[in-house]
C-alpha cells in the first residue's frame, strides 16, 4: 500500500514537471522566442495548423491579481472540460489571459469550435457570473512562428470591447490592411448551431 501510494506520488510529480515544461515551452512559441531543440513533452496538438484562441474578461474594474488568478484557473479548468476530450488542444494562462491552442486542419472552427466556445461562455455566466470574450487569430499558426498569430488573436480581443459582452471576433485584414472584424455575435445564430448540431449528430 505504502509503496503504491510512493509511486503516485512520483507519477503526480512527473505530471507536474511535465506541465510546466510544457506550458514554458509553448509561452516561449508565444513570445516568438521557441527553443532551438523541443523538450520531451507531451503536446496534444500537431506543430502546424494551429489556430489561436485567447479568452480575455469583459471587465477588470476591482479584479486584484489573485482574483485574475483564481477565475483564470476556473476558466482554464471549464475550458480543459470542454475541449479536452473533443479536440487536440493546448490551454495555457499568458499574460493574466487564458490561451487556447487548437488544431483546425478541416475548417471546423464555425460548425464545431465556436459552438464549444459559445457554451464556455455561457457556462461561465450561469455559474460563476463570470463573462469572457475571446479573440481568435486569421491564419493557423506553426509552433516555430506562433507571435504574429497570437498578436492577430489579441488585436481581434481587443475589438470584442467594442462589440459587447460575450463577443466573439476573429482577426481580419481586407486588402488595404486595416483592421477588420469578422463579428460573430455573441447571441450566435440559433438556427446556425442547431444545424451545425444536427450535421454533426448525423456524421
Known amino acids: 500500500m505504502q509503496k503504491s501510494k510512493k509511486i503516485a506520488e512520483l ?15 509553448l509561452i516561449q512559441c508565444i513570445e ?21 484562441f485567447i479568452l480575455g474578461l469583459d471587465t477588470k474594474e476591482n479584479v486584484i491579481g489573485q482574483d485574475m488568478s483564481l477565475i483564470n484557473f476556473c476558466i482554464t479548468n471549464i475550458a480543459e472540460e470542454i475541449f479536452l476530450h473533443a479536440y487536440p488542444c493546448e490551454i495555457i494562462t499568458y499574460n493574466q489571459q487564458v490561451i487556447l491552442l487548437c488544431n483546425d486542419k478541416i475548417n471546423k472552427l464555425q460548425c464545431e469550435i465556436i459552438p464549444q466556445f459559445r457554451h464556455l461562455q455561457l457556462y461561465l455566466k450561469k455559474q460563476f457570473d463570470i463573462s469572457v470574450s475571446i479573440g481568435i487569430s ?3 499558426a506553426t509552433l516555430s512562428n506562433m507571435a504574429p498569430f497570437y498578436r492577430q488573436a489579441s488585436m481581434a480581443l481587443d475589438q470584442c470591447y467594442f462589440m ?12 488595404s490592411d486595416h483592421l477588420k472584424s469578422s463579428i460573430i455575435p455573441s447571441q450566435y445564430s440559433l438556427n446556425s448551431l442547431m444545424l451545425c448540431l444536427m450535421a454533426l449528430q448525423k456524421m
Open 11 to 25: 507519477y503526480n510529480q512527473v505530471q507536474h514537471k511535465n506541465s510546466l515544461l510544457k506550458d514554458r515551452y
Open 164 to 175: 459587447g459582452k460575450q463577443s466573439i471576433v476573429q482577426y481580419q485584414l481586407d486588402f
Open 138 to 140: 486569421r491564419d493557423k
Open 32 to 52: 516568438g522566442n521557441p527553443p532551438a531543440h523541443i523538450p520531451s513533452i507531451n503536446l496534444s496538438i500537431h506543430p502546424e495548423n494551429i489556430l489561436v
